[in-house]
């Protein structure tokens, strides 16, 4: 009786009969037989080898995956599925790369089963051997046979796969020869010591204290000392990395941030330690005090003024908010209307260029009040750009995601959506030193733009949208429509 593996074989051995591959030319079916050759040094689990042998037949051939579920299994179908790009027919193929790459990027970050990492780093390990050795004969010629012919995005997809992978993988071989046919390709990617063997120092927080969640990850009370903040699956080793490189920079430039002093895995996540005594967040206090939420408001409306205030040199190379801006109309707003994405990025082009910071991520859960002065401790979206995108943030976070379910807003901060509206509105008054509502209106108004735009963005990061997210999406498209007709500027 044959097992798993020789059945699959057998069975795309069938479906790619008279197939060749791109540009060698050689039999397709060397490639399946090349990748699970190389799962084969990871893993001996039948399923995810059988996976290898099978993962290009929804994309190369006329098989279905509910043909390959009812053949072998439900989780062999998940693990191809995992690695099946949508199609869009009829859409040219290279407008639609980035899109499709980035799509299936998120179903890497998103899967909890060893066998979707294992299955993507050994085609791409596949891919890249072929790469760079077509490479060393073309040069900067080979970019020109692709869809896509700019290195710099195929750069993106292979180390974003690799950064991926990295925390679960990198002790294996396979992780190890991807990273050096990516610097091969792509000189100076990789540290190199990432081709070598790392441990990370392994910590648990079963039974620690949440303090904290936010959009990157949650924050626990690990000791009487030290906090660590757990990063959520989808983060790799650089975004970790790149967001402590950042609060050094921003403490260096007398931000008062907390930095971090060593980087550590938290089961199948990474996480970063901090040194924080006695210290929670601003939201825990307003969670327990209420009442005196416009006294934090205040002290975090002069830490808003002290970040804003702060001005870089260019050397600093903090990045600029207002690209973030752009990618939201480009992956949300565009999604639904072009015309009305191309008018948002007009008006969000009325923004004046500064050089001075942002925080980028700037509410009460990821401020720290230790012996009466705040620490920020989320510094991965640091950024320079105008005041605007903050308070834009600042509104997202209190009033905006709380608009059609307050709860929302209620499970995020820990107080109430009543809390965070009136915690919003006096920030405000205190950032701009007056009491004048039409002033307020004004620039919250402007703020609300950026808010919707935001909001339609992280709908559209979802695999499947529900009716509630397409009535929201109307919604937030109904008001950009009426504000970019309204707004002749962003700036205030």
């Keep these: 009786m044959m097992n798993l593996l020789e059945e699959?074989?057998?069975?795309?051995?069938?479906?790619?009969?008279?197939?060749?591959?791109?540009?060698t030319g050689v039999p397709f079916i060397l490639h399946p037989m090349e990748v699970a050759q190389i799962l084969s040094t990871m893993t001996d689990d039948q399923e995810i080898l059988a996976a290898g042998i099978l993962h290009d037949i929804l994309e190369e051939t006329d098989g279905t995956l509910a043909e390959i579920e009812q053949r072998f299994g439900k989780r062999v179908a998940l693990i191809v599925a995992s690695e099946s790009e949508n199609d869009y027919p009829g859409k040219d193929k290279a407008t639609t790369w980035k899109r499709r790459k980035e799509e299936s990027l998120k179903v890497l970050k998103n899967s909890?089963?060893?066998?979707?990492?294992?299955?993507?780093?050994?085609?791409?390990?596949?891919?890249?051997?072929?790469?760079?050795?077509?490479?060393?004969?073309?040069?900067?010629?080979?970019?020109?046979?692709?869809?896509q012919t700019d290195p710099e995005e195929h750069c993106w997809y292979y180390s974003s796969v690799a950064e991926i992978v990295e925390l679960q993988l990198n002790k294996t071989g396979a992780f190890k020869e991807l990273i050096k046919h990516i610097n091969f390709v792509w000189p100076g990617t990789f540290d190199r010591e990432k081709a070598r063997y790392k441990k990370y120092k392994e910590v648990s927080i079963d039974g620690c204290k949440l303090l904290g969640r936010g959009a990157k990850g949650d924050v626990y009370r690990y000791d009487d000392e030290l906090i660590v903040k757990v990063y959520n699956s989808n983060n790799t080793y650089h975004d970790v990395e790149q967001e402590i490189a950042l609060s050094r920079k921003a403490f260096v430039l007398g931000i008062p941030t907390a930095i971090s002093f060593g980087i550590v895995s938290v089961g199948k996540q990474y996480g970063a330690m901090y040194e924080l005594v006695e210290a929670d967040t601003v939201s825990k206090y307003i969670a327990g005090n209420p009442g005196r939420v416009d006294v934090y408001a205040k002290m975090m409306a002069e830490l808003g003024r002290l970040i804003h205030s702060t001005e870089v040199k260019a050397e600093y190379n903090f990045p600029d908010y207002n690209e973030r801006i752009i990618g939201y109309v480009k992956r949300g707003v565009a999604y639904?209307?072009?015309?009305?994405?191309?008018?948002?990025?007009?008006?969000?082009?009325?923004i004046p260029k500064t050089n001075t910071l942002v925080h980028g991520d700037f509410?009460?859960?990821?401020?720290?009040?230790?012996?009466?002065?705040?620490?920020?401790?989320?510094?991965?979206?640091?950024?320079?750009g105008h005041p605007i995108v903050e308070l834009s943030g600042l509104y997202y976070f209190y009033v905006v995601l709380g608009e059609n379910d307050p709860s929302v807003v209620e499970d995020f901060m820990g107080f109430s959506y009543e809390t965070a509206k009136r915690f919003y509105d006096s920030f405000l008054r205190y950032y701009l030193d007056t009491e004048d509502e039409d002033r307020l209106s004004e620039v919250t108004e402007k703020a609300s733009f950026i808010c919707y735009i935001r909001m339609i963005h992280n709908i559209h990061k979802k695999s499947k949208l529900t009716p509630q997210d397409r009535e929201i999406i109307r919604k937030c498209m109904d008001k950009l429509a009426k504000l970019t007709r309204k707004l002749k500027t962003l700036d205030f």
């Design 112 to 147: 909890t089963d060893i066998g979707v990492q294992m299955l993507w780093l050994a085609d791409k390990l596949a891919n890249m051997r072929s790469l760079a050795g077509i490479y060393s004969e073309m040069g900067e010629e080979l970019w020109k046979l692709f869809h």
């Design 336 to 350: 639904e209307s072009e015309m009305l994405a191309a008018g948002c990025t007009r008006l969000l082009d009325t």
């Design 363 to 384: 509410h009460t859960g990821n401020v720290f009040l230790q012996s009466g002065e705040l620490k920020l401790v989320d510094m991965d979206r640091i950024s320079t």
């Design 8 to 23: 699959s074989i057998i069975y795309a051995t069938v479906l790619y009969q008279g197939k060749v591959r791109k540009f």
